[in-house]
């Protein structure tokens, strides 16, 4: 099983985002209809433990999830972690509503195989019921299936961390989970706003999600992200990896800093942005998108939301998850706000303790 992949958990879970140059933690608690974050860490991972989304060491992964666990002080022992999309493949398929669970797991594993090219012995694979279908006395199912050494490197990471795996969830469906903490940030009347593009630009992957009434219709990866400007401000002031993040981070690089190498690749980001978008719209009946959200540690880069509005004509922000809920007295709020557009994820896995 895919770790309960869909399925609904009731015990605290830790969101545990493990992406390819850090692992982000985030708990939650729900209490008369308001979320409290009750700690939060994020950790840098070392070059190459993570490869484009594949964990290439796991013992590493694991040490940089205990740190992160030591500093956020969490007693949570129980995770969610999830997958990137391009790893997972999901299918809508129709089933007669009278089967017991049993018998309709049983009947999914048997017709499985029409749906995955890999060996079924290699794949963790999980269901659920996402209501009625269109045909009478049917329901639609949603499967799905990913490579089970995908999910098996991802759970010992989290056991030499010290923790257990509750959730296995998908990336995509944990972004549409916090994007329900966004909506009540847009400037726009939000009956208005139908179709809305969550752009996560990390280190080294942007993944484009497009929203249609709060579900996703849509998710594209592309290689592309903050590295890049790091690797710029190395070849050009002749600084090493760290040297670079740090100066990115903290300023104190030269002045010309801003003009020759920031605004050329803020350019890119929205070049990248509306290729992205022009990728969507020519695969389906869209043609544009209402809003767009920017995710990932790379969209705090200063102006980016404002460029991107000016050049693609679309309103535009910078995703905070956090903006209407309370915080513990071990979170630090203005680093908490600082890092909480590249927390949608594990913000999106930390929510599935309230399933």
């Given at each position: 099983?895919?770790?309960?992949?869909?399925?609904?958990?009731?015990?605290?879970?830790?969101?545990?985002?493990?992406?390819?140059?850090?692992?982000?933690?985030?708990?939650?608690?729900?209490?008369?209809?308001?979320?409290?974050?009750?700690?939060?860490?994020?950790?840098?991972?070392?070059?190459?433990?993570?490869?484009?989304?594949?964990?290439?060491?796991e013992q590493a992964v694991?040490?940089?999830?205990?740190?992160?666990?030591?500093?956020?002080?969490?007693?949570?022992?129980?995770?969610?972690?999830?997958?990137?999309?391009?790893?997972?493949?999901?299918?809508?398929?129709?089933?007669?509503?009278?089967?017991?669970?049993?018998?309709?797991?049983?009947?999914?594993?048997?017709?499985?195989?029409?749906?995955?090219?890999?060996?079924?012995?290699?794949?963790?694979?999980?269901?659920?019921?996402?209501?009625?279908?269109?045909?009478?006395?049917?329901?639609?199912?949603?499967?799905?299936?990913?490579?089970?050494?995908?999910?098996?490197?991802?759970?010992?990471?989290?056991?030499?961390?010290?923790?257990?795996?509750?959730?296995?969830?998908?990336?995509?469906?944990?972004?549409?989970?916090?994007?329900?903490?966004?909506?009540?940030?847009?400037?726009d009347d939000g009956d208005?706003?139908?179709?809305?593009?969550?752009?996560?630009?990390?280190?080294?992957?942007?993944?484009?999600?497009?929203?249609?009434?709060?579900?996703?219709?849509?998710?594209?990866?592309?290689?592309?992200?903050?590295?890049?400007?790091?690797?710029?401000?190395?070849?050009?002031?002749?600084?090493?990896?760290?040297?670079?993040?740090?100066?990115?981070?903290?300023?104190?690089?030269?002045?010309?800093?801003?003009?020759?190498?920031?605004?050329?690749?803020?350019?890119?980001?929205?070049?990248?942005?509306?290729?992205?978008?022009?990728?969507?719209?020519?695969?389906?009946?869209?043609?544009?998108?209402?809003?767009?959200?920017?995710?990932?540690?790379?969209?705090?880069?200063?102006?980016?939301?404002?460029?991107?509005?000016?050049?693609?004509?679309?309103?535009?922000?910078?995703?905070?998850?956090?903006?209407?809920?309370?915080?513990?007295?071990?979170?630090?709020?203005?680093?908490?706000?600082?890092?909480?557009?590249?927390?949608?994820?594990?913000?999106?896995?930390?929510?599935?303790?309230?399933?």
């Amino acid at each position: 099983m895919l770790a309960g992949l869909l399925k609904k958990k009731n015990k605290t879970l830790l969101g545990v985002d493990i992406s390819s140059t850090s692992v982000k933690l985030l708990e939650l608690s729900h209490n008369n209809g308001r979320y409290q974050v009750e700690s939060y860490a994020t950790e840098p991972l070392p070059a190459n433990a993570v490869i484009e989304q594949s964990i290439g060491d796991e013992q590493a992964v694991g040490d940089v999830i205990k740190k992160a666990l030591g500093k956020a002080r969490s007693g949570s022992k129980k995770a969610a972690i999830a997958v990137a999309g391009s790893a997972v493949i999901t299918k809508t398929i129709e089933m007669s509503d009278d089967l017991t669970e049993d018998e309709m797991d049983h009947q999914i594993r048997i017709e499985a195989d029409q749906y995955i090219p890999y060996p079924l012995d290699e794949v963790a694979l999980d269901w659920e019921i996402q209501g009625p279908s269109e045909l009478p006395g049917m329901v639609n199912v949603l499967l799905a299936a990913c490579r089970s050494g995908n999910v098996e490197l991802r759970k010992d990471a989290l056991e030499i961390g010290g923790l257990e795996t509750g959730v296995v969830d998908v990336e995509a469906f944990c972004t549409e989970r916090a994007y329900e903490l966004i909506q009540t940030q847009f400037d726009d009347d939000g009956d208005d706003i139908d179709t809305v593009a969550v752009v996560d630009i990390g280190a080294t992957m942007t993944t484009l999600s497009v929203l249609h009434q709060g579900k996703t219709i849509y998710t594209r990866e592309q290689l592309f992200g903050g590295k890049q400007l790091t690797e710029e401000i190395m070849r050009r002031y002749g600084l090493s990896e760290e040297e670079a993040i740090r100066a990115k981070l903290d300023g104190g690089l030269p002045d010309d800093y801003e003009a020759e190498v920031l605004d050329p690749f803020r350019d890119s980001v929205v070049q990248q942005i509306s290729r992205s978008l022009q990728f969507f719209y020519s695969s389906s009946q869209y043609n544009d998108v209402d809003y767009i959200i920017l995710a990932g540690g790379t969209s705090s880069i200063i102006g980016l939301d404002q460029l991107t509005q000016e050049k693609l004509g679309i309103s535009a922000i910078v995703a905070n998850p956090f903006v209407d809920m309370t915080l513990s007295q071990k979170v630090n709020a203005s680093m908490l706000n600082n890092d909480a557009p590249s927390l949608m994820i594990a913000c999106g896995l930390a929510m599935r303790s309230f399933d």
